[in-house]
């Protein structure tokens, strides 16, 4: 182990001296591995702390490695990884963000001559039925140690050997002078919030938050990890404190906002000389100066809440419905997060979130650049941009200027092409992070290793402008969809799965499927028919006999996403039929999915037209019950989506009731079984040409909110104004489906 304490110390002692990061890689037996990181954790400096992600205990505190979100927030001067049992890239980039400047990374790997081409537990994870791990390809592994082999500040020992067959970073750098931080010339918050700040983005970062103090306000700190964005937050809660606010505080967990209190308390004790700290063995974190305080709630608790001043640490690890429900906490609020899919969650609160702040907030946006625990260019930080393409971009929008979606060229890309080439992987991952709100690290290794995952792009000279990862699923044996009937789920098949297991269609596992899984196109084209020509397209080349990864036909084309009235027009307009609505939030949009079907075989029309018909019986009970609350606009989208019918089995009584609701003494009250089916029957077949009229019909007769709430949530003067509405709506209806018996009633 001389070896590895000599160049552990040799690279710590380097980190310190330039206040920057390094990188020490043990590959060889797993055994001798774990007793290397003890021998390198025991040199890193005193007082710094250790952690291990990990399924065994090895040094210092243990993070299993599929709980790496509750690093978030937290440093560490040495962090080991291992990857003896899996490879996640989530993980890479949660473990590499939270060590310190002037710590250690320790990554524990096989050999790498055999890890190169091994499988662990995430690659299983890519391999859906009727795939197994074996099918599962490693280009992605051979990315990263290829950046490991070549990147500055990376060391790699054969702990077997004991033989460094890399070292780099052991020369000593100049530390970065310390830059001089001034105040702003007017400021509100004390002098010591600002005599805190470690860098003039910080305290830039500070000063936004003075806006705080005016309600409908909000704030977004945005970052990298280790440029403070926790800390300033914590300098402005302190301030607000101070002025004797009450200030909530909350994260996914209270460790990930524990920087945010450790640098308000900091503050309060040099702003106020005591402060009651109720940090430590309290279920709720607080610290009160004078009639201020700061207390902690998880986001459950937070949003039953009320404080004067909201500050959401870790902002992009909130599901976006919790974040929409936070905005009602307090007058104002401050999110700080990193938005380059560190968190698990993607971009959710750039692409979902941020729309819903700016409609009910006046906001002012601060992104922080600079480095603060450790120096800029710090060589584990480019390591892991290389290595997780995080800091991957769009083509330029001035290649795509002039350029209409009939100019373009459709592409199957080949994926080993992609992983040779990284100008274009970069573009197009690149595509995928700004334009789609789920794509994160893991992602990566999916779009080029995942067997049932492919590609199509639409390209310009051979940039993409528009792109669609695709994903195959059914096509399974009857003792998987057996299993599946029975409950169990099938990875990888989301809408096999559901219409099997939830739907209760034994024979839905059947059809081979190709779900749409992300369809992204280049921020300066949108909305100008890319999308559209890109499906065009593949059902083109998937319906007549084309065969992704060379399996076998595709019946059909799916997807699911989170559901808007526009998402739904578009997918409509290219003719896909609604087969189901979530009765829950997604966490990561914060809308309820939408399932959709593109049939292009006889079975792939069978499969959609039962379900689709399936999805018209059922939803009128759904709408009244949990579904009582969707958008309206998203409810007549899906129903105007799914081409489906329901019969009209009105007896003479309940003709008579609707026709003289409509045009005489009848009461909606009576019965309002009949008016529901006519609503749903309405909106299924295209509706009334009157969005106001449909959404009454959602509103008040599907969703059956009672008139006092009709009237109120779809602006009617009055309940009387809202019923005279819905009699009109029903007149229209009573004109296109009455027959002989409403006829009567009407001219009577």
Not at 617 to 631: H, K, S, T
Not at 636 to 657: H, Q, T, Y
Request: charged residues 25%.
């Amino acid at each position: 182990m001389n070896t590895v304490r000599e160049t552990a110390r040799e690279l710590a002692d380097a980190a310190a001296a330039a206040n920057e990061r390094r990188l020490l890689v043990l590959t060889g037996s797993r055994e001798a591995c774990y007793d290397g990181a003890k021998a390198a954790a025991g040199e890193v400096r005193s007082g710094q702390t250790v952690a291990t992600v990990s399924e065994r205990e090895i040094v210092g505190e243990r993070v299993c490695v599929d709980r790496t979100e509750t690093l978030l927030g937290t440093t560490y001067g040495c962090l080991v990884l291992d990857c003896h049992d899996t490879c996640r890239p989530n993980a890479i980039g949660r473990a590499t963000g939270v060590v310190d400047g002037g710590g250690l990374l320790v990554l524990l790997t096989p050999p790498l001559s055999s890890w190169v081409d091994s499988r662990g537990r995430f690659d299983e994870t890519l391999a859906p039925p009727p795939f197994s791990v074996g099918d599962v390809n490693t280009r992605f592994r051979h990315h990263l140690i290829e950046t490991l082999r070549t990147h500055r500040g990376v060391s790699i020992i054969d702990i077997d050997t004991g033989r460094r067959t890399k070292h780099d970073g052991s020369e000593h750098r100049p530390r970065p002078a310390t830059p001089q931080v001034r105040p702003p010339e007017s400021h509100v918050f004390p002098d010591e919030a600002y005599d805190a700040c470690r860098s003039a983005d910080q305290r830039d970062a500070v000063y936004a938050c003075e806006r705080l103090s005016e309600a409908g306000t909000a704030v977004v700190l945005d970052a990298d990890r280790g440029r403070g964005k926790s800390s300033a937050a914590g300098l402005a809660a302190a301030a607000f404190a101070h002025s004797d606010l009450s200030v909530l505080v909350t994260a996914p967990s209270y460790r990930n906002a524990a920087e945010l209190f450790d640098r308000a308390a900091k503050t309060l004790e040099s702003v106020d000389g005591s402060f009651d700290d109720g940090r430590e063995g309290d279920t709720r974190p607080s610290l009160r100066s004078g009639a201020g305080e700061i207390r902690f709630c998880p986001p459950a608790d937070a949003v039953e809440s009320s404080a004067d001043v909201l500050f959401v640490d870790e902002a992009a690890a909130v599901p976006v419905r919790t974040l929409r429900e936070l905005l009602s906490v307090a007058p104002s609020a401050c999110f700080a997060t990193t938005v380059r899919g560190y968190e698990g969650s993607g971009r959710g609160f750039d692409v979902r979130f941020r729309e819903s702040l700016e409609e009910s907030h006046d906001v002012t946006s601060c992104h922080l650049s600079e480095p603060i625990r450790y120096a800029p260019a710090d060589p584990i930080e480019v390591w892991l941009f290389h290595a997780l393409l995080l800091d991957s971009t769009p083509p330029p929008g001035q290649l795509f200027e002039g350029t209409t979606a009939s100019d373009v060229t459709y592409e199957r890309i080949d994926r080993d092409r992609l992983a040779a080439d990284e100008s274009l992987l970069r573009e197009l991952f690149g595509l995928l992070v700004h334009a789609h709100y789920r794509t994160q690290p893991d992602d990566l290794a999916r779009l080029l290793d995942a067997p049932e995952v492919s590609v199509r792009a639409l390209t310009v000279d051979g940039h993409p402008v528009s792109a669609a990862l695709l994903a195959r699923e059914g096509g399974l044996d009857e003792r998987t969809q057996r299993v599946a009937y029975e409950g169990d789920r099938i990875k990888g098949n989301l809408i096999p799965d559901l219409l099997t297991s939830q739907l209760r269609d034994p024979a839905a596992a059947t059809p081979v499927g190709l779900r749409v899984v992300r369809i992204v196109t280049h921020h300066g084209v949108r909305s100008s028919g890319f999308g559209s020509r890109l499906l065009a397209e593949l059902e083109a080349e998937f319906g007549t006999g084309g065969s992704p990864n060379d399996r076998s036909t595709v019946d059909y084309l799916g997807v699911s996403y989170g559901a808007t009235a526009a998402l739904l027009q578009f997918w409509s307009t290219n003719n896909y039929r609604t087969v189901h609505l979530s009765t829950t939030r997604n966490d990561a949009s914060g809308e309820h999915s939408a399932v959709m079907l593109r049939a292009l075989s006889d079975a792939g029309d069978n499969l959609a037209d039962r379900h689709a018909a399936w999805f018209a019986r059922r939803i009128a009970d759904v709408l009244a019950g949990a579904l009582d609350a969707l958008d309206p606009d998203v409810v007549r989208a899906a129903l105007a989506a799914a081409d489906a019918d329901v019969p009209l089995d009105l007896c003479g009584f309940e003709w008579r009731l609707v026709a003289s609701a409509a045009d005489g003494p009848g009461l909606y009250d009576t019965a309002p079984g009949p008016f529901r089916t006519l609503a749903l029957k309405t909106l299924l077949e295209g509706g009334l040409g009157d969005p106001d009229a449909e959404r009454l019909l959602v509103v008040g007769v599907l969703q059956n909110r009672g008139w006092e709430e009709t009237a109120e949530r779809l602006g009617y003067v009055s309940r009387r104004a809202c019923m005279r509405a819905l009699g009109d709506a029903y007149r229209q209806i009573v004109d296109r489906y009455g027959g002989e018996i409403a006829r009567a009633e009407i001219n009577r």
